[in-house]
Every structure is written in C-alpha cells, then in structure tokens.
C-alpha cells in the first residue's frame, strides 16, 4: 500500500509539472505570436520590395496572396498584387525552376502586365556552395540581370545564357544553375502574361 501511494504521489506530481509546464510554453506562445507574425510580415514586405518597387504600387501586395487552382497557371504557385489608383501595376509570384543542379530552386518575380520584368529573388535553392550559389543576391549581384528586363514575342531568343545564345551570363563551371533560372523566369513570365483572364479572375476572387 505504501509503494502505491508513493507511486501515485509521484505520478500526480509529475502531472502537474507537466501542466505547468504546457500553460508556460502556451503563455510563451501567445505573448511571443503577435511578434514572430509581425516580423514575418515584414520580412515578406521587404523582399516583395525587390521585386517590385514601392512606386508600383499604394496597396499592400503582402494582404492580397492567392494561390492560384487555375490550371492555364501551371508552374506559379502564389500570386501577389501590386496595385496603383486602382488598378493591377505588377504581379510578384512564386515559380519553381525544376532543373537545378541540385534539384528545385524557388524563385520570387516581378512582372507588370505589359511583359516587364522588375526583378528576381531566389527564395530556396540547394546549389553548390563556391559555384551556383552565386545565384544568392548576398554573394554575388547576378540576380539583378532581370530588372526591368522585357519579355515578348520578339526577344524570346534574348531569353538564355550566353552559352545557348541569349544574353545572361552563365558562371564560370556552372552554366546549369543560371540556364534553370532563366528558363524558368522565361517560362512562368510567358505564362503569367497568356492568362490575364484568369489573373483578373483571381484578383476578384480576392475582391480588390
């Protein structure tokens, strides 16, 4: 009888560590929550502001993301609108280069619906370090070779690395990495500017 109540004392006590324990971290959650969001909000302000800059636009392109269902969409995974007076400016979306060296790399881009792109973010990637992680905007200023370049029907060939006769330059040993990039800013801006229907139709979707 004495070990079981030993036994049960010890069990209770453990049950109330453990409860005070989960109201501390539930406590730690709630007074910690607001800030992370704020800062997370502000981290995707910051980089929707690199590709897309702030006189594009008067609205919060950060409050007006979809995701979109249309398969006319393929290849874009979330869309972001910049507006001005009113009217759509610029799309910031998300697009996956399937070709990497090593595997996915995700990219942020700006485009405005006349075919312009504004500028190109690499959100994720798992190239090599020293080689194609050059693509990084902290190692190397590669990345800004798309601002406020054009797309249309007669400069698609411009669209490629110098090495396939376009006008990007390749790295040095590694010429995968940045033809992935193109290609897929190529591919995803051709895409975005075929679908304005469908862009009009998720931005009333999001009713703005």
């Not at 396939?164 to 992935?180: E, L, M, N, V």
Request: proline share 4%; charged share 20%; glycine share 8%.
């Amino acid at each position: 009888m004495d070990v079981i109540k030993i036994t049960s004392r010890y069990g209770a006590l453990l049950g109330l560590v453990a409860l005070l324990c989960t109201a501390i971290s539930s406590g730690i959650f709630f007074l910690t929550k607001g800030k992370i969001d704020d800062a997370m909000a502000a981290q995707q302000r910051e980089l929707l502001l690199q590709v897309i800059p702030q006189n594009y636009f008067d609205n919060n392109p950060a409050e007006t993301v979809a995701i979109p269902q249309d398969e006319r969409l393929q290849g874009i995974q979330k869309i972001y609108l910049a507006k001005k007076n009113g009217q759509i400016s610029a799309y910031a979306y998300e697009t996956t280069a399937p070709d990497g060296y090593s595997g996915n790399i995700r990219l942020l881009v700006g485009l405005t619906p006349q075919g312009e792109v504004l500028g190109v973010r690499v959100i994720e990637h798992h190239e090599t370090p020293g080689l194609g992680d050059k693509i990084e905007l902290r190692i190397s200023d590669w990345i800004l070779s798309f601002n406020n370049q054009p797309i249309n029907n007669d400069n698609l060939n411009e669209w490629a690395v110098k090495k396939d006769g376009g006008k990007f330059d390749q790295f040095s040993g590694a010429t995968i990495t940045p033809r992935a990039i193109v290609n897929q800013v190529k591919r995803s801006a051709l895409v975005m500017l075929a679908n304005s229907t469908a862009l009009e139709s998720l931005a009333n979707q999001l009713g703005q």
